[in-house]
T-cell receptor, first 114, second 115 residues
Framework: KAGVTQTPRYLIKTRGQQVTLSCSPISGHRSVSWYQQTPGQGLQFLFEYFSETQRNKGNFPGRFSGRQFSNSRSEMNVSTLELGDSALYLC?????????????FGEGSRLTVL | AQKVTQAQTEISVVEKEDVTLDCVYETRDTTYYLFWYKQPPSGELVFLIRRNSFDEQNEISGRYSWNFQKSTSSFNFTITASQVVDSAVYFCALDGGTSYGKLTFGQGTILTVHP
């Protein structure tokens, strides 16, 4: 059974640009969550999607957005990149609608903003 | 607000030693879930265990064991006879009753096991 797949794995952008990251959940999983991991702030929740609807959102500015497609694949977008956006962005999928299932994480997309 | 505290930033042990990673949490939810994840250098968070707030039974899985004490809001993780392959960052996390996929993570504990 394939795990959570994130693309690209590594990318370098410059300030002011925008970036789109992709996440394919485990087959059959309908909930997708996104997290940002930085040395200073640790792991922080960005948002969660289920059946193409955003159900929960963390405390991030509007530059961070996401969406989910009918096949449960998800994308997140960061516009007008800032140096502080450099981070590992992790996607996780969950099998069940309710919160009892564990999250399965991908290997992440490591974004460097210059 | 929910909070998870992992007081140990870094732990260094020699192979075959036992090591305990501490986790203390805060939540107002009566139903919640606690997790431990392992993050090797590759970056992926590997699920280790999930425990719900109504189940205070300790659990053992091979060399791993977990001690959940609701009275002290702690969910500690012990590795018995540590191995070099156990070297990683370990995260404790809390999932509240209506969080919809939002885990609150601790800051993580870097475990280094020396041969």
């Amino acid at each position: 059974k394939a795990g959570v797949t994130q693309t690209p794995r590594y990318l370098i952008k410059t300030r002011g640009q925008q970036v789109t990251l992709s996440c394919s959940p485990i087959s059959g999983h309908r909930s997708v969550s996104w997290y940002q991991q930085t040395p200073g702030q640790g792991l922080q929740f960005l948002f969660e999607y289920f059946s193409e609807t955003q159900r929960n959102k963390g405390n991030f500015p509007g530059r961070f957005s996401g969406r989910q497609f009918s096949n449960s694949r998800s994308e997140m977008n960061v516009s007008t990149l800032e140096l502080g956006d450099s981070a590992l962005y992790l996607c996780a999928s969950r099998s069940r609608d309710i919160y009892t299932g564990e999250l399965f994480f991908g290997e992440g997309s490591r974004l460097t903003v210059l | 607000a929910q909070k998870v505290t992992q007081a140990q930033t870094e732990i260094s042990v020699v192979e075959k030693e036992d090591v305990t990673l501490d986790c203390v949490y805060e939540t107002r939810d009566t139903t919640y879930y606690l997790f431990w994840y392992k993050q090797p250098p590759s970056g992926e968070l590997v699920f280790l265990i999930r425990r719900n707030s109504f189940d205070e039974q300790n659990e053992i899985s091979g060399r791993y064991s977990w001690n959940f004490q609701k009275s002290t809001s702690s969910f500690n993780f012990t590795i018995t006879a540590s191995q070099v392959v156990d070297s990683a960052v370990y995260f404790c996390a809390l999932d509240g009753g209506t969080s919809y996929g939002k885990l609150t993570f601790g800051q993580g504990t870097i475990l280094t096991v020396h041969p």
